[in-house]
Each structure stands twice: as C-alpha cells, then as structure tokens.
C-alpha cells in the first residue's frame, strides 16, 4: 500500500530535505584529500543535532553510523573509517535526516581534489541521469517511465545500471513502498499520484551493472572493481510538479 502524503506531511519532510540539503553544501566544502570518511560523518551529526535533527540511518537494521560513505568501487553502504581520502578518490555520502518526525533522504557524490577525466564524466552522466528521471515523475506517469529514462541514457552513455538496489518511497520510515527501479520500460509499472513521495537514487558503474557484498554484510561494490557514482533525491509528487524536497 502506498501512504499518500497530505500538503502538511510534504511541507515537513521538505523542511528535512532542506536540511540534509544544506548539510550536503557543508559536506562539499570538506571533502578534501587528507580528511577522513569517519570525521564527515561525525561532522553530520553534530551538524544535524545543532538544527535539532537526528541521523535516521543510525541504529537502522543495526546499522552503526549517520551516513554511509561509498569510495571508488564501493555502490553503497560503506562504512565511515579512519582511512584518509585521497586525491582522485571519488566518495558517495549518503543520509537519511529526521526533523521533527519527517524524513529526508539523499545520496550525492563528490570528486575528492582532481579525478580523471572518466571519472568526472562518470559524476556528470550520473547526476544527468537522476535530473532525466526526475522530469518523468509527473502524475500520471508510470514507474517504468523513471526506470527507462535512466537506463537509456547512462547504457547510451557506456556505462551500466546497478540493479540490486532501487529507489522507494519514503515517509515515517526509511522505506515504503513503491520500489522504484532504476531501470525498465516505458508505459509500464505503477502509475505516479499526487502526494507520493519516492527517492530517485541511480547508482551508476562504469563497467558492469553487477555487485558483490563485502564480509560486513552491508557494503556493495562493483564486480569487476570499476568506479561507481551516485545521486540520490527525494521527490515529492504534486499538482504543480515534482518537488525536489532535498535539493541544494
Ligand atoms: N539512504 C539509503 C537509501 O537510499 C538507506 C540506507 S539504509 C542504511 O535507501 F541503514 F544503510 F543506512
Ligand atoms: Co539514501
């Protein structure tokens, strides 16, 4: 079943999204060669606490940290750590804010100091692809409309798709659904409401779309070690339009 949310329920889950939004901001003034993946994490939660938020993912399925922090060939779910990020690194943070009871959840990667050419395009093609779907998500549209825009662009672009972890909705909890994949057909699946609030969350390899678990059960990387990015929004579905409830 699909909670709908009211115009109110929207309103706070943007303030949320507001916040993580400008928590992202800060994060991309830090993320520098030298700092570590652990002091951004401690960062953000200082940071949420000082606006009278908390970090939803921590203590989520046991979950330990505020934010996951995927480096180079990791999809999703890394760990913090105390390992210095280095230059020509590329590292996702993702977070999940709770203001108030409403939630917010995005993903952004950053380029730490100067990346190669391919991983910079793997950035941009990534964030396209997110900004791609997001123009589909209309009322009336359909689930597979979000998927297939995605898909056609970054497999036209080279790259692949990740397939092991999807978008969802999102509102008292982390995750309700829809599941909404990032990759499909158009016309097909579910069709888009006034008052659904989703994440859009491409994950994006250059190589092949296949992942592999790491031994603490929660990280995903790539298969074939190649770079993987990703961009995550929290979109609310209106009359007006999308709203990008964590845009920065
Ligand atoms: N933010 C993640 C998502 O996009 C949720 C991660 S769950 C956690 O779905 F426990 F790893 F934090
Ligand atoms: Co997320």
């Known amino acids: 079943m699909i909670i709908l949310k009211s115009k109110r329920e929207i309103e706070l889950m943007h303030k949320a999204g507001q916040l993580l939004a400008n928590c992202h901001k800060e994060i991309a003034k830090r993320i520098k060669p030298g700092i570590t993946t652990l002091e951004i994490d401690a960062f953000v939660e200082q940071y949420l606490k000082k606006h009278g938020a908390t970090p939803e993912q921590k203590g ?17 779910h890394g760990f913090p750590r105390n390992t210095p990020l280095q230059n020509g690194d590329i590292v996702t ?10 939630l ?3 993903a952004w990667s950053y380029a730490v100091g100067d990346v190669s050419p391919q991983a910079a395009n793997l950035l941009h093609v990534t964030e396209e692809a997110l900004n791609k779907a997001i ?15 995605i898909q056609s662009y970054v497999e036209g672009e080279g790259y692949s798709v990740v397939r092991d972890f999807t978008g969802h909705g999102i509102g008292k909890t982390i995750h309700e659904p829809p599941t909404v994949l990032h990759y499909g057909e158009p016309n097909k699946g579910q069709r888009l409401k006034e008052g659904m609030v989703i994440t859009i969350e491409p994950m994006v390899n250059i190589g092949a779309w296949e992942s592999k678990m790491d031994d603490n059960k929660w990280t995903a990387r790539t298969i074939d070690g190649s770079l993987s990015a990703q961009y995550e929004h929290t979109i609310a579905i209106t009359k007006d339009g999308p709203i990008i409830l964590t845009k920065q």
């Open 104 to 106: 917010a959840d995005s």
């Open 60 to 76: 989520y399925k046991g979950y330990e940290f505020a934010t996951c922090a995927s480096i180079n060939d990791e999809i999703c």
């Open 93 to 102: 943070i993702d977070m999940v804010v709770n203001l108030n009871g409403a």
């Open 135 to 149: 123009e589909q998500s209309v009322i009336g549209s359909r689930l597979g409309d979000i998927g297939h825009a």
